[in-house]
């Protein structure tokens, strides 16, 4: 069995990763391992009796730094330190260096010498020192961007030259402040800040746009990202970097505001394509409402009251035709926000065949193929009605001559190759089609389609932005719209809209007019019109149900009236009055004096127009003309009653 010291001698010649070996009292090498001659390069027969000062560099020896070493050693019990030493070949390798006094009953006998080659971590330690200060003169340098550091509580710990031209601030300002001042009271009070580190801390990344502050006090539109800092596991901060996109968002907004505007011009152009077909229609509705009440007073003039039933009913049906066509003109040309509702593709190509069949004139057959089942899709339906009449107006003028225009329904399902084709995804979708038998388009017309201001017609007979609008709806609403076509072949343009799992918004059904219970004694009425009809029959209605009316034709006979102290239930005016004061800004006076007044206005303008850039207010009804007595009974007792 080896001795201790045997055993000890074989451990030190089994390490090749240090260099370990002695020296006398003097410096003089006495023994060397393999890992010696490894590190150095020296065999120990080569270096045994050698002063170890050898493998130091010659600036170190002229330093006396070796014998310091001993020195040290000697006096303090340890020596360690990190330097430059040379191997036999005169290349040189960073080393670590430890050296221990060998003593004997007290006496210093020699030194235990152990070096190991560090030059790999080092060279490694300095890239990554000279990455971290490139990295670090690289973001210092950011103007574009504010980015800095935050410790795990979100208090800055740095901050860079973009931070302090985006947000005001200099370093020595905000360092050690937290990073929540930079939000709005608005988005303190909603948490905001702290909901951001919490989605950082748990899912490594938060991102958002919305508006911060700078230090005097203006806000700017931000584009912010914060991503977690873990080191072994552990949270030890964040880095937050905000982009100051004030102008991006300014551009954003005017750019929609744009597209609104266009959107609102493109429809007022298929208005125009209305009118003259529209003067014609309602020229005839009204010439049969007119001939009906002639008869009707020839008849009742003559004792003749037989026939009396047939005329009433032909002069209600030619009135209701002829408000069902004003009300749909209104709701298409009117200017209205987008609103994505659940829409009936059916219903909404039903609901719109007379206003197209009207628009593209009697030369063209226009027919529907609607499937059995089509899904619902949630779009604005606006929108997709516009599309619809403008895909019409196209086929029209692609067929001067006449032909047909086809609008069909379907569902469909893209796999994902299909879907891919179409830069989608895959799924369900509900088709909107609209195919003409006119001249067809040849491919490099198809493939400029879509873009904004390109037409092919004449000037002044097209914008060139109709197609380009559908394939912005079709895109904004999750879908996609395809043109196929060919000279000679006709055109069929499809929008593809995804499928909506919820049903379709029903249509509101008719109120059920039963008849109105009578007023209570003393409730009071008053109508403001300036049309004595209208006056007179409200009027009339309202003395049936036992109220007493008071009548005034314009805003300001009517203000008098409020501003008495005369008992009023309800105001029911028109919103158009003459005299400089319409029927809103009348009702507005009122309630000045009269806070719990109930207002009923009547109007032949679309509802909008009545609430402006405002909102209505409680209390406030809307009914649109023309209406049926009885509905205006109805609802002249469900607000005095319900308010």
């Known amino acids: 069995m080896s001795s201790p010291v045997n055993a000890y001698e074989l451990l030190i010649r089994s390490v090749v990763d240090y260099a370990i070996y002695m ?146 601030y200099l370093q020595a300002e905000i360092v050690g402040e937290h990073f929540s001042r930079f939000y709005t009271p608005e988005e303190h009070e909603a948490g905001v800040p702290a909901r951001a580190l919490e989605t950082a801390r748990r899912e490594g990344r938060y991102e958002a746009e919305g508006w911060r502050r700078r230090k005097d006090g203006s806000r700017f539109w931000a584009s912010v990202v914060i991503d977690a800092i873990y080191d072994a596991g552990e949270l030890i901060g964040f880095a937050k970097i905000t982009r100051d996109l004030s102008e991006r968002r300014e551009a954003q907004l005017q750019l929609e505001q744009s597209r609104e505007q266009l959107f609102q011009a493109q429809k007022m152009e298929a208005v125009g394509h209305l009118t003259g077909g529209l003067a014609h229609d309602f020229n005839n509705l009204l010439t049969g409402i007119t001939g009906s009440l002639d008869l009707l007073k020839a008849r009742v003039a003559q004792g003749r009251i037989g026939d009396l039933d047939r005329y009433i009913t032909a002069a209600q049906g030619a009135a209701s035709r002829a408000a069902a066509l004003t009300h749909r003109l209104l709701a298409f040309a009117r200017r209205q926000t987008l609103d994505p509702k659940p829409t009936d593709p059916n219903r909404l190509v039903a609901d719109m065949v007379e206003l197209i069949q009207r628009t593209v004139g009697p030369e063209i057959q226009v027919e529907t193929v609607l499937a059995t089942g089509v899904w619902p899709t949630l779009c604005d339906p606006n929108q997709l009605e516009n599309a619809i009449l403008n895909l019409s107006i196209n086929a029209r003028d692609a067929m001067p001559d006449g032909g047909r225009l086809s609008i069909e329904t379907s569902n469909t399902w893209l796999d994902d190759r299909a879907a891919r084709a179409r830069d989608m995804p895959p799924g369900q979708y509900v088709a909107v089609s609209v195919s003409d038998t006119g001249s067809g388009m040849p491919p490099e017309v198809v493939a400029r389609a879509f873009d904004p201001f390109f037409t092919t017609k004449p000037i002044g007979q097209g914008t060139g932005l109709g197609l380009s609008m559908i394939y912005g709806f079709a895109k904004q609403s999750g879908g996609q719209v395809r043109i196929h076509s060919a000279p000679g072949m006709g055109t069929t343009v499809r929008i593809l809209l995804p499928r909506h799992r919820g049903a379709a918004e029903a249509e509101e059904a008719p109120a059920e007019l039963a008849a109105a219970p009578r007023a209570e004694q003393g409730e009071t009425v008053l109508v403001v019109d300036d049309e004595p009809t209208v006056r007179m029959l409200v009027t009339e209605v309202l003395e049936e149900l036992g109220y007493a009316a008071i009548e005034a034709a314009d805003g300001a006979g009517g203000l008098r009236v409020l501003q008495s102290d005369v008992r009023l239930d309800l105001l029911i005016t028109d919103v158009g009055l003459p005299g400089g004061m319409n029927g809103r800004q009348m009702a507005d006076a009122a309630r000045q004096t009269r806070p719990g007044l109930r207002v009923l206005f009547i109007t032949g303008y679309a509802e909008n127009a009545v609430v402006g850039s405002g909102r209505m207010e409680p209390g406030m009804h809307v009914l649109t003309k023309p209406f049926a007595l009885d509905m205006l009974a109805s609802r002249i007792k469900a607000i005095i009653t319900g308010g």
């Open 23 to 168: 020296l006398d009292p003097t410096g003089r090498v006495v023994s060397w391992n393999p890992g010696a001659e490894r590190i150095k390069g020296y065999a120990a027969e080569e270096v045994i009796g050698e002063h170890f000062s050898r493998f130091y560099t010659a600036e170190d020896r002229a330093a006396g730094i070796p014998w310091d070493a001993l020195r040290i050693a000697a006096e303090t019990g340890r020596f360690t330190a990190e330097a430059w030493r040379i191997r036999k070949d005169g290349s040189r390798f960073w080393a670590m260096v430890v050296i221990d006094p060998v003593r004997q009953d007290g006496e210093l006998i020699g030194f235990a010498k152990i070096t190991r080659d560090m030059t790999e971590q080092r060279a490694a330690q300095l890239a990554m020192l000279e990455s971290e200060r490139r990295f670090r003169l690289l973001v210092e340098g950011v103007t574009d961007y504010a980015i800095y550091m935050l410790d795990p509580q979100g208090h800055v710990t740095n901050w860079n030259a973009g931070a302090e031209r985006i947000k005001g």
